[in-house]
């Protein structure tokens, strides 16, 4: 029984190459924990406050993310002619906030205790950002041939 020893793989010139092991898994190794590490800390949004929306005005309800003074204004209305929100789900019932809109102001939305929230909330845009559109080369419209009188024929 012959046992043959493994072989390195070798290089155009004939020379053995080592597999790098350790240092390269390390290393890999560090840089996917940097890489989720970062990806976790960014992806959750950092919620530095609540708008109370049983007690607060128009402007602290303007401070939610994709909220402008109009829609803050219908909050104000809601709770005028239907009482205190009982949980912040209910927020969807006034016109203008739906449920994906509640999705994003979920985080920063309470029923009880005090507004926190002091400055407005900004929330990077979901659609891609494009640069300015290419310009279009379109070819200049074509004149009639001067065999052909304007207007007959086409």
């Given at each position: ?29 560090l840089?996917s924990s940097?890489?989720?590490l970062?990806?976790?800390n960014?992806s ?11 007690q ?17 204004g ?9 009482g ?15 449920e994906?809109m ?18 407005k909330?900004?929330?990077?845009s979901s ?11 379109k070819?200049?419209p074509?004149?009639?041939?001067a ?8």
């Amino acid at each position: 029984m012959t046992t043959r020893s493994p072989q390195l793989p070798t290089s155009a010139n004939g020379a053995a190459r080592r597999r790098p092991r350790g240092s390269f898994l390390a290393g890999l190794l560090l840089l996917s924990s940097a890489a989720f590490l970062a990806a976790d800390n960014s992806s959750a949004p950092a919620a530095a406050g609540k708008v109370n929306i049983n007690q607060a005005s128009a402007t602290q309800i303007a401070l939610l993310p994709r909220i402008g003074e109009k829609v803050a204004g219908r909050v104000l209305d809601y709770r005028k002619s239907h009482g205190p929100f009982a949980r912040p789900e209910d927020l969807m019932e006034v016109k203008g906030i739906g449920e994906k809109m509640f999705l994003t102001l979920k985080p920063y939305v309470a029923v009880s205790g005090p507004t926190t929230l002091a400055a407005k909330v900004r929330l990077g845009s979901s659609r891609k950002k494009e640069g300015p559109a290419p310009a279009k080369n379109k070819p200049a419209p074509k004149s009639a041939p001067a065999s052909v009188p304007a207007g007959k024929g086409r």
